[in-house]
Nanobody, 130 residues
């Protein structure tokens, strides 16, 4: 009941910047967390950045200080601003949300772990060349 469409991926040289967008649509569900994940060839999917319903943000250590997650409620869009890109940032980047109808009670969870995310986009490729 939630559609997520990523855009903004592409190829860039090391040190460059890209901004990913994730447009959400089709739902009146409450989005408790919105996040970006990535998966590089031969590697497991990893959480990159997340923003919770109250606005708090969390980042993977590998991107702290370089990536910024934000959301625009008026546009129903999630963003990931990526600066000082490195070749190791090369991956498919996925937008994901935890969305439920009404109240959602859960024990503490790590918003950079994928298990509780129930809606995913199709992914957008980011390639950083050295």
């Amino acid at each position: 009941r939630v559609q997520l469409v990523e855009s903004g991926g592409g190829s860039v040289q090391a040190g460059g910047s890209l901004t990913l967008s994730c447009e959400t649509s089709g739902s009146a569900l409450t989005m408790y967390s919105m996040a970006w994940f990535r998966q590089a060839p031969g590697k497991e999917r990893e959480g990159v950045a997340a923003i919770l319903i109250e606005g708090s943000k969390t980042y993977a250590d590998s991107v702290k200080g370089r990536f910024t997650i934000s959301k625009d409620k008026t546009k129903n869009t999630l963003y990931l601003q990526m600066r000082t890109l490195k070749p190791e940032d090369t991956a498919i980047y996925y937008c994901a949300v935890i969305a439920h109808d009404g109240a959602w009670f859960t024990p503490y969870y790590n918003p950079l772990q994928s298990q509780k995310y129930n809606y995913w986009g199709q992914g957008t490729q980011v390639t950083v060349s050295s």
